[in-house]
């Protein structure tokens, strides 16, 4: 006899819970709906945004895992109760049969009035459990969407990290180059070299020069004192010394 107020109070529990239920999935939707790219294009730290970002979807993760266990267990339980609920109607329905039988009319009727109450009872557990149903539907799906979202995210940062390493390489090199003056640098040292290069065959080319000049000056030098020689022989053999 107590049922009816077990349901009543059931139902305001369950009103509770889809109150808590609906809020989660309103907080989901706001976060899954939002412009990734759009977020992370505009914030001066991308990489400490998508960190923050997935800092929140993470914890309604764990809300909405929590929220869609409970909410199968409550219509697990619901449909328990309706079941048992259904049963007792047909048990009433029986009783009734059995008490008309029996010409009992008044016992009949008393049980097709309890039969009525259990039926009644039962169809607000079916009408609680399809209701229920739909929030576990409801939750399951915004549990994928947020999953999704999150492996999205995720990825979208590791592309970011790649591309500040990438940026930071790019600028050492850039630094390093800088530092050597760049290929210019290098075009002036192949034209040092090749200057250096002519210099030194030049230096070369005048000492051959001046060693072959100084060489002939001597075989002349040699030369003149054997032509003297013989001019001072000449000169004691004709008696004119």
Do not use: C
Request: proline share 1%; net charge negative; hydrophobic share 40%.
């Amino acid at each position: 006899m107590f049922q009816p107020l077990y349901s009543a109070v059931r139902s305001d529990k369950l009103a509770l819970k889809e109150e808590s239920t609906m809020s989660i999935l309103g907080r989901i939707k706001d976060l899954v709906s939002a412009n990734v790219n759009a977020m992370l294009d505009k914030a001066e730290d991308p990489e400490k945004m998508a960190n923050e970002y997935l800092r929140q979807l993470t914890n309604e993760l764990y809300e909405a895992r929590t929220s869609v266990a409970a909410a199968m267990a409550d219509e697990t339980k619901l449909e328990q109760h309706r079941i048992a609920g259904q049963r007792e109607t047909d048990q009433w329905q029986s009783k009734a049969e059995a008490a008309l039988r029996a010409g009992d009319e008044t016992l009949a009727k008393a049980a097709l009035s309890r039969k009525v109450q259990s039926q009644k009872l039962a169809e607000q557990y079916q009408q609680q459990e399809t209701a229920q149903e739909q929030q576990v539907t409801a939750l399951q799906d915004a549990l994928v969407n947020l999953e999704t979202r999150i492996a999205e995210v995720k990825a979208k940062k590791e592309l970011i990290i790649a591309k500040k390493n990438r940026a930071a390489t790019q600028e050492a090199i850039q630094r390093a180059t800088a530092s050597m003056g760049g290929a210019s640098t290098l075009d002036k040292l192949d034209a040092l070299e090749e200057k250096v290069d002519d210099r030194l065959a030049k230096a070369d080319a005048m000492a051959k020069l001046e060693q072959g000049s100084l060489e002939n000056k001597f075989r002349n030098l040699e030369k003149d004192q054997e032509v003297d020689s013989e001019l001072a022989e000449l000169k004691r053999k004709m008696g004119m010394s």
